[in-house]
């Protein structure tokens, strides 16, 4: 039973089961484990990040496409709940309407880029990728009069959902509006998860991956590697702008820097990495490692850095604002030294 | 000498269709220039602008030379590419804010001697950074496309986060040197002297590299190593050196491209280059991986449209460019002059 | 009989997961042509590749001139005199035959006794001398190949079937300037599957099945013995 909620792909290391369902544990009862407002918004960042990881995996790990658009297809998905948020007034109709429009958007404007770049080189889809989510991006904040431009959007969801709205108090916890509103990330994020789960475990799935280790032959054996490439594209834009709507459904708010930006596609990149490619299991592993160190080793870098003041360079190293430097270092290593990421290692050690 | 009939006259005449259609590309610049020519009217504003435009396909074609033929060469695709943009401009930058004497006076011969100074120190610097890049980041992901975005991702983000930590936090501004300011009439339109200097230096240095193309033995290695690399080394050429030089001599130009553009922009950031690789992208696509022409004439497009709509419609602007791309595409799906590549 | 210009001993070759050359053992004397046959599929082309260095062996060795070459880059294999004709020509088609010619002259500028020479057995090549080699005929583009290869003085001519697709005519231009090459005490392995050519040309065989040498002695033995024809490549040759 539970073998086949995952589909029958199980994680196959002991280790890696117990992080697994200690990060499954943490999350389901992260408001009574962690009180606390900022402990709450890291979990749900967690939550949010592990789908839209994982359907970079697909892409990326399953399919072997390097895109770097999926912030676009986020974005869309976010921006999607806060037009009609905005432009339906406050309610559970806008929300759903705001989240398919996305969803159908980010899959259609994918199946153009895909058409585009895919028929000719794989490598085409990186750099048009790249071209076409900075386009967007500044013509986000280029729009203001719709989308807010620099500034975003603040707009209203339905009271259910926000602090306001008080159910009592279990367990020394306050059950509010913004509890629900967890749960609903939360069981959101872990449905999208088994889906993704399910489909690179299908036969679609594994003829992805056969594509990925040698196209030629994929498309001598009689698939049409173009249309499995396509629809790999399509279904993991339409989950990342999923994700995309479930963030703005959290945070109430959209903008460019918390949704389009370049930046967060390198922590994408970097958690599949670190996580693992091609593996599901490395999204929630490279997600919860990275969102944790995110929030609490910018800290630390801070202090280090006051600490070392007095000494030339370091503390300009060890500035918070150079995070991305470390990320970038670490990027770097990981991709030579750690090619599987701490999924593979660990189904290694098994096997060893 | 015997007769040999059967292979006289058998070589194969080319239709005047197949001559239209490898000139057409060619022909796109002049048609974009008279478009734009409909569309904005008043004559001296189109002049102004084409002017611009020109200027600044000239710079994006100095950074994606190096891009464009170091895929043709290794099928090396550098993501990184944007950071020697950026290292060159802040290089080129800091000497001239140091020979800040120099490029103040209103000397014509200081002036130019502190921005040659400025070019070749930013070119020896990315031309060296080019080189470490080649050495640490790419050579171990040779033959692995997915990996090779990753890393050099990974390697322009590093260098982009140094120059932060050695340049500091902030955007540099900068004046153009004294006798680069300003702009004189022509025919009725402002034309800004850098914008012209910088259109003549373009063309010198395309001229230049075609010529090294054409008639030097490197410039056949090149040309040859990109349609062929394994018949190359069968003759007995190293293509691996061949391909370092390559490499450090795009970095470097890239580098030289950044200063230039700096001087353009009188700003430089050091997201400046990431940036600009999405325009150098665009042009390396739309002109066919790994042909220079190919990249000159998509640089010129996109300057020019860029100025063109920016003038028509400033929103579009860099929407317009990637319009560009997809009709490109839609038309011929390798690119306007893709590299006939041996099987 | 003075010692070989190559030697390959043991050479394995994989291709992928592809074990395509399973121990090659073959002898190629110095001056005069060996002949390389086979059905489709065995190795020859692989074989020819290994030896120039385009695929690597994964065991065995390879010996040129007395020296081991099996780890040798494949440029330098070329400086060391190895000169390589591909079976798909290798032909620069976007530099003119003049500039491919340039080329083929690694180690200098050409030598303009030598450019007499192959215009004299290649006249086409004068005539398009500054036309793009994209532009000749298949015929031609073999001519331009094999040219390539008699730029320079080679110890060694590794040619891939320099008669494929072409007419019958071009096919004795080619054969000649094949003799040509051989008269000049040039040592050639060659890769032909027309038997009238190979005939003609041979001094040696060594015929390939399965990725390994299964037969080598005298073309004149084999060229006389249908049976063994039959035997070593399906069908009697002299078909062709």
């Given at each position: 039973m539970l073998i086949n909620i995952l589909s029958g792909d199980k994680p196959r290391s002991v280790i890696l089961t117990v992080l697994l369902l200690g990060i499954l544990v943490a999350l389901a009862f992260a408001p009574f484990l962690f009180p606390g407002v900022r402990s709450l918004e890291t979990a749900a960042r967690i939550c949010i990040f592990i789908v839209l990881v994982a359907s970079y995996d697909l892409l990326l790990g399953y399919g072997g496409i390097v895109s770097f658009a999926h912030t676009m297809f986020f974005g869309l998905g976010a921006y999607g709940v806060a037009l009609?948020?905005?432009?339906?007034?406050r309610g559970w109709g806008s929300l759903a309407v705001g989240t398919v429009a996305g969803a159908v958007a980010a899959a259609v404007l994918a199946l153009v880029i895909g058409l585009f770049s895919l028929r000719v080189r794989a490598i085409f889809f990186a750099m048009i990728t790249l071209a076409v989510a900075s386009a967007v991006a500044v013509l986000v904040s280029q729009l203001s009069g719709i989308t807010g431009g620099e500034d975003g959007l603040n707009y209203s969801i339905p009271r259910e959902l926000t602090p306001a709205f008080r159910l009592g108090e279990f367990l020394g916890v306050k059950i509010n509006g913004k509890l629900l509103n967890y749960y609903l990330v939360f069981f959101a994020s872990l449905a999208l998860f088994l889906m993704l789960l399910r489909v690179v475990n299908s036969p679609f799935g594994r003829v992805l991956q056969a594509i990925r280790e040698n196209d030629f032959r994929a498309e001598a054996i009689g698939y049409r590697v173009i249309y499995y490439r396509i629809a790999a594209?399509?279904?993991?834009?339409?989950?990342?702008?999923?994700?995309?709507?479930?963030?703005?459904?959290?945070?109430?708010?959209?903008?460019?820097?918390?949704?389009?930006?370049?930046?967060?596609?390198l922590d994408i990149l970097l958690m599949v990495v670190i996580g693992g490619m091609g593996t599901m299991y490395g999204a929630v592993l490279g997600a919860t490692i990275f969102v944790l160190a995110q929030n609490y080793l910018q800290n630390l870098m801070g202090a280090a850095s006051e600490a070392t003041t007095g000494l030339p360079l370091i503390p300009d190293l060890l500035n918070p604002d150079r995070w991305l430097l470390w990320l970038g270092v670490l990027f770097i290593l990981s991709v030579y030294f750690f090619p599987t990421g701490i999924v593979g290692r660990l189904r290694e050690g098994r096997r060893a | 000498m015997s007769a040999a009939p059967d292979h006289t006259p058998t070589f194969a005449q080319i239709s005047l269709s197949e001559r239209i259609g490898k000139a057409a590309p060619l022909l796109l610049v002049p048609v974009m220039v008279a478009l734009g020519f409909l569309a904005i009217g008043s004559p001296s504003s189109w002049l102004t602008l084409t002017v611009s435009g020109l200027a600044m396909g000239m710079m994006i074609f100095i950074m994606a030379s190096g891009l464009t033929l170091v895929f043709g060469l290794m099928d090396v695709i550098n993501f990184g590419h944007g950071a020697f943009i950026s290292v060159g401009a802040f290089v080129?930058?800091?000497?001239l804010l140091v020979l800040g004497s120099w490029t103040g006076a209103p000397s014509l011969a200081l002036n130019v001697a502190a921005v040659m100074l400025a070019v070749i120190a930013a070119m020896i610097i990315t031309g060296a950074l080019g080189w470490a890049f080649e050495r640490v980041i790419v050579r171990p992901v040779y033959g692995a496309h997915l990996k090779q975005i990753l890393v050099t991702v990974g390697g322009l983000i590093v260098i982009e986060q140094m120059i932060h930590v050695i340049w500091g936090p902030d955007e540099i501004f900068l004046t153009r040197p004294e006798t680069l300011k300003g702009a004189?009439?022509?025919?009725?339109?402002?034309i800004e002297k850098y914008r012209l200097l910088a259109v003549v230096f373009g063309l010198v240095l395309f001229v230049a590299m075609r010529l090294v193309f054409k008639r030097t033995k490197i410039g056949l290695i090149v040309r040859a190593g990109v349609q062929n690399g394994e018949m190359v080394q069968a003759l007995g050429y190293r293509l691996r050196l061949v391909f370092i030089g390559v490499f450090i001599a795009g970095s470097a130009l890239a580098g030289l491209g950044g200063v230039m553009w700096g001087l353009y922009q009188e700003v430089i950031t050091a997201g400046m280059g990431e940036e600009m690789m999405i325009l150098v992208f665009i042009v390396v696509i739309i002109g066919g991986l790994g042909s220079v022409e190919g990249a000159f004439i998509g640089a010129l497009l996109v300057g020019l449209l860029q100025n063109y709509i920016a003038f028509l419609e400033p929103k579009l602007a860099l929407v317009s460019n990637i319009a560009l791309m997809t009709a490109v595409l839609m038309?011929?799906?390798q690119g306007m002059m893709p590299v006939v590549k041996a099987k | 009989m003075s010692d070989p210009i190559l030697t390959l001993s043991g050479v394995q070759t994989d291709i992928a997961q592809y074990h395509i050359l399973q121990g090659v053992d073959l002898t190629v004397p110095r001056g005069g042509v060996t002949m390389l046959l086979g059905r489709n599929g065995v190795g020859k082309t692989t074989t020819l590749r290994t030896i120039i260095g385009h695929w690597q062996a994964r065991a065995g060795t390879i010996t040129f001139d007395g020296q081991d070459i099996t780890a040798m880059p494949t440029p330098a294999r070329a400086r060391a005199g190895i000169g390589f004709v591909p079976e798909d020509m290798g032909i620069f088609s976007d530099l003119t035959v003049e500039e491919n010619m340039i080329l083929a002259a690694a180690s200098g500028p050409l030598d303009s006794a030598r450019l007499d020479w192959i215009f004299s057995v290649f006249p086409p090549l004068k005539t398009f001398w500054r036309a793009a080699a994209g532009n000749l005929s298949g015929g031609q583009k073999q001519m331009l190949s094999i040219a390539r290869a008699m730029a320079e003085d080679r110890a060694l001519y590794l040619i891939d079937e320099p008669t494929k697709g072409l007419a019958p005519a071009i096919i004795s231009t080619m054969a000649g300037a094949?003799?040509?090459?051989?008269?000049?005490?040039?040592?050639?392995?060659?890769?032909?599957?027309?038997?009238?050519?190979?005939?003609?040309?041979?001094?040696?065989?060594?015929?390939?099945e399965d990725g390994r040498i299964n037969w080598t002695g005298q073309m004149a033995e084999l060229a006389n013995d249908a049976a063994l024809q039959e035997r070593l490549m399906g069908l009697s040759m002299e078909a062709h």
């Open positions: 009609a948020s905005e432009n339906m007034g594209t399509c279904l993991s834009a339409a989950v990342a702008a999923l994700a995309g709507s479930i963030f703005a459904i959290w945070l109430r708010y959209v903008g460019p820097d918390t949704t389009l930006s370049f930046e967060i596609m | 080129g930058i800091s000497v004189f009439t022509f025919a009725g339109a402002a038309w011929r799906p | 094949l003799r040509d090459l051989k008269n000049q005490g040039a040592s050639i392995l060659l890769v032909e599957q027309n038997f009238s050519v190979a005939k003609a040309l041979g001094d040696t065989v060594a015929v390939m």
